[in-house]
């Protein structure tokens, strides 16, 4: 079932973004490769509970990080498929930007942001 998981995520993301999926790919193999590794090692009777605690871990961090830090809720409270789908996407985007990849990309998803704040300012008014 992972395989399939992982090669439905691939294929996600070269669909919506050719480079960016390119760029993706390998560390979706890589983290597929690592928790398939972890589940031979232990087994997966021990597997199981590792996931399920580094999966509540994350998701507790990931709400009190959202409520505290930034005052708001997170993106899974408004869409699961977002969260699922969308969220890991946007955050691989920051990682190829900080590392100068794909710059075009990066003006137009800022210019379509200000337009974005902008429309939000003029809407409340």
Not at 17 to 35: E, I, M, N, Q
Not at 81 to 96: C, D, H, K, M, N
Request: net charge positive.
């Amino acid at each position: 079932m992972s395989r399939v998981v992982t090669l439905f995520y691939i294929l996600y993301c070269l669909v919506l973004s050719p480079k960016l999926g390119l760029l993706y790919t390998p560390f979706l193999l890589l983290f597929y490769a690592v928790s398939r590794a972890f589940c031979n090692y232990a087994g997966p009777d021990a597997t199981v509970p590792w996931a399920l605690a580094f999966h509540f871990i994350a998701w507790f961090a990931q709400i009190v990080g959202h409520y505290v830090f930034e005052g708001k809720s997170p993106a899974f409270m408004d869409s699961l498929f977002q969260s699922l789908l969308a969220a890991p996407i946007v955050i691989w985007l920051e990682v190829v930007f900080s590392l100068g990849f794909m710059p075009e990309t990066k003006a137009r998803l800022q210019r379509a942001r200000v337009v974005a704040k902008a429309r939000k300012a003029v809407a409340k008014n």
